[in-house]
Nanobody, 125 residues
Framework: QVQLVESGGGSVQAGGSLRLSCAASGYTYSRYSMGWFRQAPGKERVGVALLFTGGGRTSYADSVKGQFTISQDNDRKTLYLQMKSLKPEDTGMYYC??????????????????WGQGTQVTVSS
């Protein structure tokens, strides 16, 4: 069974940085695309960064291009999201996501269905 556990969230001032981590277990991690989503208060969950199968290609939401970087560590089965120059509008719950054939969330033609519990990021002005 797939398990995803996020960590690294917190409260920072605008302009600060955070690195989120997602520990993945229960399957062969490196074979699948994985992503980071966020849900701002009162809004739907949306994709922010995607790492395609094999780790060779990435995609980002327009709002975070040049600001966020997604990466993976295959040896330790961990997905990362490096966030810099944080803004108050980056506030939200951040979720790690993995592919599932039964998933209901599509982004960049990737079907996501496994989710972590989320980690809160709060950016104050």
């Amino acid at each position: 069974q797939v398990q995803l556990v996020e960590s690294g969230g917190g409260s920072v001032q605008a302009g600060g940085s955070l690195r989120l981590s997602c520990a993945a277990s229960g399957y062969t991690y490196s074979r699948y695309s994985m992503g980071w989503f966020r849900q701002a208060p009162g809004k739907e969950r949306v994709g922010v960064a995607l790492l395609f199968t094999g780790g060779g290609r990435t995609s980002y939401a327009d709002s975070v291009k040049g600001q966020f970087t997604i990466s993976q560590d295959n040896d330790r089965k961990t997905l990362y999201l490096q966030m810099k120059s944080l803004k108050p509008e980056d506030t939200g719950m951040y979720y790690c996501a993995d592919v599932s054939p039964d998933g209901r969330t599509w982004w960049f033609d990737v079907r996501f269905g496994y989710w972590g519990q989320g980690t809160q990021v709060t950016v104050s002005s």
